[in-house]
Each structure stands twice: as C-alpha cells, then as structure tokens.
C-alpha cells in the first residue's frame, strides 16, 4: 500500500479525553449529604421536642384527674368533678342518708300530733352495694388506654356532661295504711241522731229532745295521695287532718217539726159550776194528760177516762138530761169531752164517732160539742197524721176565780201558713110543741105536796138544726171547706113537777 510523501493516513480517532468528574460528584455529594444530615438531625430533633410537648400537655391535662372523678360527672345532681373516689362515695351515701332521715311529715290535729312520717315508713332505701357499682365505672373515665384516649373521653364528658342516679327501693304503702287506718279510727265518729227524750205534759215546753251530734270522716284516700306527692317532692313540714263533717239523718228541728202545737181548744167553766163537777173534769183530763196516739191509731175518750164511778175517783154533780138538770157520778166530764173534740176537729183529726148534746150547753155553740155516756155514747178519733199525736188536757185559771178547759195536741208540723177554724150554721128552726108534760116529783126536789102550785122545770123551747164546717186557711185566705156534722137540737115542750103528798088535815 503506497502512501503519498507527507501523506498520513487517516488515523483511527482518539478516544475522547477523560475528565476527572467522580471525584467533583463525589465531593458534593459528600458535602449534600453532609448537608441532608444536619438538617434532618434537626427535623428529627425538632420533632421530637414537639412530641414530648404534646405528651407533656396530654399529660398535664389528665393527670390531675388520675385519681379524681372527671369535671362533667353527676350522681343524684350531686358534681363529683375533682373529687376522689372515697370523697365521691362519701358525698352520695350522705345525700342518701339526708334523703332518707331529712323528710318527714307530722301528722296533726287540733294540736295534736299522731306520728311523724319517714321515708322509712314507706320501705324507702338504696343499697350501699349499687352505689360503688353505679360509682366505679363513672370513677374509671378519663383513667383507662393512651393520653390521647384519656383526652380524649375527658373531652366527651366535658362537651357532654354525664348524670348518673342511684337506684331506691320502690315506695310501699303498706305502713302507710297501716298508720292512717289508725288515725281513721280515732277521727271518724257516727252522727247521733236528735231524739225526743221524753213528753212531759205539764211543763211549759212539754217536750225534751236530746239534741243530735254531727260525726266525723277521714277521706283516707284524699289523705294518702297528698302525703305521697309530698314524699314524692321531700317537702316536709305538717299535714293537718280535716275531718268532713258527717250530718245525722234527725235534727232537732226535725223533732220539733214533729212536736208542733196543731191546736189549742178552750172551753169556759162557769162560775156556778160547783167543785165537785170541776174535779171530774180534772179527773177526767188526768187520765188524757200525757196521752199519745201513734199514727193509724185511735183514741176512745171512754176507754182513757174510764167508767165514772166512785172507784175511778169521779163524783156526784150536776148533769143534764133531756134539758133537765139531775145528780150523776160524772158530771161535768161532758165538757172534758167536748174541749178534747174540738182540739181534734182544730188539728184536722179523723172523728170515727161523736154524738151530739140533745140540748145546747153552755160553754160552747151546738154542733160543736161532744156528750160522752159509758157504754152508750163515746168520743173516738183516729190519727190519720204520719205521725204521733200528744195530748195535754187541764184545768187553768186564766185570772183568779176564772178557770177554764184546755186541751192542746201537738203532732206533725202544719203546712206554713194553714190554720183551722169551726163555723156553725142554723139551717133549720123548729117550732116547740104546745103541749106541756107534768112530772111527780118523787123526791121533793121542786115540789112536796099535791096542791102545790106545779113548778116549771123545764120551758118550751124551740128546736134548730146546725151544720158545723172546718175551715182551712193559709196566709189568711179561706181555701177549703169542709162538712163536719149536721145536728139538731129537739124542740121542747114544757115541763112541771107536781108534788106527790097529800097535806095532813
């Protein structure tokens, strides 16, 4: 191979020249990480300061409360925040207890105290057992796990505070009924009803009536549910009793609506009227003096006054018959009669039987009069009232040396504003008879001797019929009328007593 002169070949190219970097990379590299060391020693560093703060804090945050309830904690209302468990114990077992023995409740009347009511009383209590279980978890928050779980369950009480109660015994009210059933007894009293005592007749105010006695009542249940809303809100204090006032079923005025004067009957004795005649009529009224009649009964004048005899403690004395005067044991009861008639007609009595005088007598109109015989004429009213009737029947001076009968029957109370009276009517008249009758005078009372002048005995008279009606009035206002009898006085003839004796010559 020819090459020209000066000619080279092409020569194969140099390898390019090595420069000396490594050792520049690594010197910085060094130095960078010379530089990454330090910063990240300080980072490190740093953060690890910041660590311990935040634990510190953590720290100091929960550790006042490692042995102390959390802030936000409530038993019974009662903040146990801050305070140990055996104080926390100690502060709900002496509210329990206060609970427990502070209430209480007297129970009183008129001064008098009958027991004090304690929730003991109503089987209240809490066992001392549920209280260290209610307290022991509630104690346990905030205590349990890292700081930061500690925090943050202190946090959660704070935001959201916890209330805890202890657990009672449920109330009983068995001692309770126990209790007031006692007190019921000693403050409920029956009512007393008013009763007539007795009817005494000659007293100004005949009747004695025991008055009547209200009683008393406990509404227990009344009672019992107010003591309970107390218990229930721990007002103490006292509770009075008022006992309802139980009305009896008879009051006095009841009684003395039933003892009322229905009516009052007078009839005049007449001055001539001798004593023996007014000591019949006295006879007569004692045995009707204090009479009662039950309603339905009757009453025969007869029967009460008994026979007129000697026995029966009457007399002899002047009575009339046929309009003519003669001697009987008795005389005069025919005024008791009549007087007790219109007490009964006045008091609107039923009259059963009743007969009339023949002839008009002096203490009262004709047909308003009532003549008794034993045996043959009586007297008999029924007590057609819903109640007893009571009588009194006397003699009363009304001024001195004027006595008269009186005869009162008191009995159910009259409607207010009625009242009775008696009008008699002459309806009819009758002319007496022309005839005259003579009659012996065997026993010498007028006439001896036969040629004596005859002695008039009786005049001729003239005869009448008259009804007799009851009024009734109210507030003075005439409302009914009612027929009583019709009864006729006989026209009469004259009549003589001629004497019996021849004159000696």
């Given amino acids: 191979m020819n090459f020209q002169q000066g000619y080279r070949p092409p020569q194969p190219p140099k390898p390019p020249k090595k420069r000396r970097v490594f050792p520049i990379v690594l010197a910085i590299m060094l130095v960078a990480l010379a530089i990454g060391a330090g ?16 634990l510190q804090a953590l720290s ?25 468990a055996q104080q926390g114990i100690d502060a709900v077992l002496a509210q329990i207890k206060d609970r427990q023995t502070g209430w209480n409740l007297g129970l009183t009347y008129r001064g008098h105290l009958f027991y004090t009511l304690h929730y003991s009383d109503f089987g209240v209590s809490t066992d001392v057992g549920s209280v260290y279980a209610l307290l022991e978890p509630l104690y346990r928050k905030g205590k349990l796990g890292t700081l930061e779980e500690r925090k943050a369950e202190m946090d959660a009480v704070a935001q959201e505070p916890i209330h805890a109660y202890t657990t009672e015994s449920e109330m009983t009210d068995d001692r309770l009924d126990s209790i007031l059933s006692q007190i019921q007894a000693e403050l409920t009293t029956a009512p007393q009803d008013a009763y007539l005592a007795y009817f005494d007749p000659d007293a100004a105010d005949p009747f004695v009536i025991q008055p009547e006695q209200y009683g008393s009542a406990l509404d227990v ?17 006292t509770l009075e009793f008022q006992p309802a006032s139980v009305a009896p079923g008879v009051t006095t005025q009841d009684i003395r609506n039933q003892v009322t004067l229905r009516s009052k009957a007078t009839t005049p004795i007449s001055s001539a009227s001798t004593e023996d005649r007014n000591s019949n009529i006295r006879n007569a009224f004692s045995f009707l003096n204090g009479k009662t009649v039950a309603p339905g009964e009757r009453l025969s004048f007869n029967k009460v006054t008994k026979e007129r005899t000697l026995k029966n403690g009457y007399k002899y004395a002047i009575e009339y018959v046929l309009g003519m005067e003669e001697l009987g044991i008795g005389g005069g009861v025919c005024q008791a009669s009549t007087t007790m008639y219109l007490a009964a007609l006045l008091s609107d009595l039923q009259i059963v039987s009743r007969i009339s005088h023949s002839d008009p007598v002096s203490y009262t109109t004709f047909g308003q009069d009532a003549t008794v015989v034993y045996g043959r004429h009586d007297l008999v009213f029924k007590n ?12 009363v001076e009304k001024k001195k040396n004027s006595l008269e009968c009186q005869v009162c029957i008191y009995g159910p109370k009259l409607e207010d504003g009625v009242s009775y009276t008696l009008r008699t009517d002459t309806v009819e008249t009758i002319a007496a008879p022309l005839t005259e009758t003579y009659q012996k005078d065997t026993s010498h009372t007028y006439v001896t001797y036969k040629d004596e002048e005859p002695y008039q005995v009786r005049q001729a008279r003239d005869g009448f019929v008259n009804e007799t009606y009851l009024l009734k009035w109210k507030d003075g206002e005439l409302i009914e009328e009612k027929f009583v009898s019709r009864d006729t006085c006989k026209a009469r003839g004259a009549v003589y007593a001629v004497g019996t004796l021849n004159r000696e010559d």
């Fill in 384 to 395: 057609n009232l819903n109640g007893t009737i009571y009588i009194t029947a006397k003699v």
């Fill in 60 to 84: 100091d945050a929960v550790s006042p409360y490692n042995e102390t309830f959390l802030p936000g904690i409530y038993v019974d209302g009662i903040s146990l925040g801050g305070m140990t």
């Fill in 39 to 54: 910063t990240f020693g300080y980072m490190a560093i740093r953060r690890a300061q910041e660590e311990k703060a935040r």
């Fill in 221 to 237: 249940a009344a009672v019992k549910e107010e003591i309970l809303e107390r218990a229930a809100e721990g007002k103490s204090g």
